[in-house]
Nanobody, 123 residues
Framework: EVHLVESGGGLVQPGGSLRLSCAAS????????MSWVRQAPGKGLEWVSS????????YYAESMKGRFTISRDNAKNTLYLQMNSLKSEDTAIYYCASSRGYYYNNFDRYDYWGRGTQVTVSS
């Protein structure tokens, strides 16, 4: 059975940092590109970042460039998102998702999803 389990969310002040993790099981992790997708309160899904199966290529939504860093450890079947300089508009549930290829905001093309972790940026 496939599992993607996010962790690392929480409450942080503006300007602060968080590191999210996504532990994968039940499928061959390094066969897939991995992504982070978020959903802010009252809004739709928003693609955040993607990484290639071997970690050599990374992609970011414009508003995350320079602040967020995606990475993966295939030996540990784990995906990460380092988030720095957090803003109130980063408040959202963050999901990890797998895909074969890059689909950005085409969310119906992702194969597996986690249940998400809440990130709240507030003073």
């Amino acid at each position: 059975e496939v599992h993607l389990v996010e962790s690392g969310g929480g409450l942080v002040q503006p300007g602060g940092s968080l590191r999210l993790s996504c532990a994968a099981s039940g499928f061959t992790f390094d066969d897939y590109e991995m992504s982070w997708v978020r959903q802010a309160p009252g809004k739709g899904l928003e693609w955040v970042s993607s990484i290639s199966w071997n970690g050599t290529s990374t992609y970011y939504a414009e508003s995350m460039k320079g602040r967020f860093t995606i990475s993966r450890d295939n030996a540990k079947n784990t995906l990460y998102l380092q988030m720095n300089s957090l803003k109130s508009e980063d408040t959202a549930i963050y999901y990890c998702a797998s895909s074969r290829g890059y689909y950005y905001n085409n969310f119906d093309r992702y194969d597996y999803w986690g249940r998400g972790t809440q990130v709240t940026v507030s003073s």
